[in-house]
């Protein structure tokens, strides 16, 4: 079984930083592109990032210059370092990974969400 689990979300002011991390583990064979999703009240989930397994890092417009993802293959996860945060920001952030776990293809995995607030 393959899983991952998110951390770093939670309250923060208008202006402030948080750092997430999503860890994978299981039976893992390889990762290709991981990322971050978000989903606000009442709207659908939308992509914040994501970055492959090169490295080729693609964001959002609405939080490019403020958001950095990065990963680190070796420890199979990554990371959304998320600066300037407003209050449209606030959501509940989800990990996703392109994973092949031993003796299967690629499928895709979903982290259980983590809520990121910014009161305005």
């Known amino acids: 079984q393959v899983q991952l689990v998110e951390s770093g979300g939670g309250l923060v002011q208008a202006g402030g930083s948080l750092r997430l991390s999503c860890a994978a583990s299981?039976?893992?064979?390889?990762?290709?592109?991981m990322g971050w999703y978000r989903q606000a009240p009442g709207k659908q989930r939308e992509l914040v990032a994501t970055?492959?397994?090169?490295?080729?890092?693609n964001y959002a417009d609405s939080v490019k210059g403020r958001f950095t993802i990065s990963r680190d293959n070796a420890k199979n996860t990554v990371y959304l370092q998320m600066n300037s945060l407003k209050p449209e920001d606030t959501a509940v952030y989800y990990c996703?990974?392109?994973?092949?776990?031993?003796?299967?293809?690629?499928?895709?995995?979903w982290g259980q969400g983590t809520q990121v607030t910014v009161p305005s």
């Open positions: 996703y990974a392109y994973i092949r776990a031993y003796g299967s293809g690629y499928s895709a995995y």
């Open positions: 299981g039976s893992i064979f390889s990762i290709n592109t």
């Open positions: 970055i492959t397994r090169d490295v080729l890092a």
